[in-house]
């Protein structure tokens, strides 16, 4: 079944404490990227990356890391989270007809 | 950057009502996207419209694409309890999306 899958599901942690959103697509797309989606404000691109290797920001970066070194991982990195980095993160994949396929969601807590 | 509005933000209707939102943009768009999210999921792409004044149909939801690629409706006929969720447009090419329209059927 073609998916993108990330996790945890869930995450509540302190602020300052390095922590690590993985996803994962079996679809071979090149494109992917993460998005965090806020009450009022929809869902806003924080990176995005084209290929393995080449990443980009999006329009909300501050705070977040990305890396791909595999095709089909794009992991997202807050080195030192805030308050303000609670939200909902959506990992997204994108297919040869620009449709995005998204995965289940992560909610994270910053205290 | 191109920027999209919809509206109206909240709906609210009962089962077997038609409704419409809307998607609108002072950019030209060379497509555009319309996804339905359910509560705790990823948003699920429902038609891309590629085509000034294109109209497609998907069971009881008809999506129409401006004659000047400005902005796309969503009209729903006989919505059901089913239809509730966010609808949101989204321009493929920079990958933005609006807001959405959050849709509540009532039995």
């Known amino acids: 079944e073609a998916q993108v899958t990330q996790n945890p599901r869930y995450l509540i942690t302190v602020t300052g404490k390095k922590l690590t959103v993985t996803c994962s697509q079996n679809?071979?797309?090149?494109?992917m990227s993460w998005y965090r989606q806020d009450p009022g404000l929809g869902l806003r691109q924080i990176y995005y990356?084209?290929?393995?290797?080449?990443?980009d920001k999006g329009d909300v970066p501050e705070g977040y890391k990305v890396s791909r070194k595999e095709k089909r991982n794009f992991p997202l990195i807050l080195e030192s989270p805030s308050p303000n980095q609670t939200s909902l993160y959506f990992c997204a994949s994108r297919g040869r007809f620009y449709e995005q396929y998204f995965g289940p969601g992560t909610r994270l807590t910053v205290t | 950057t191109q920027l999209l509005e919809q509206s109206p933000q909240f709906l609210s209707i009962q089962e077997g009502e038609n409704l419409t939102v809307y998607c609108n943009s002072s950019s030209v768009f060379s497509s555009l996207q319309w996804y339905r999210q359910e509560p705790g999921e990823g948003p699920v792409l429902l038609v891309t419209?590629?085509?000034?004044?294109e109209v497609k149909k998907l069971k009881r939801l008809t999506f129409q694409f401006g004659d000047a690629r400005k902005d796309s409706s969503l009209h729903i006929t006989a919505a059901q309890p089913g239809d509730t969720g966010l609808y949101l447009c989204?321009?493929?090419?920079?990958?933005?999306f609006g807001a959405g329209t959050r849709l509540t059927v009532k039995p």
């Open positions: 989204a321009g493929p090419n920079d990958m933005r």
């Open positions: 679809m071979n797309h090149e494109y």
């Open positions: 990356s084209m290929n393995v290797e080449v990443t």
């Open positions: 419209v590629v085509t000034g004044g």
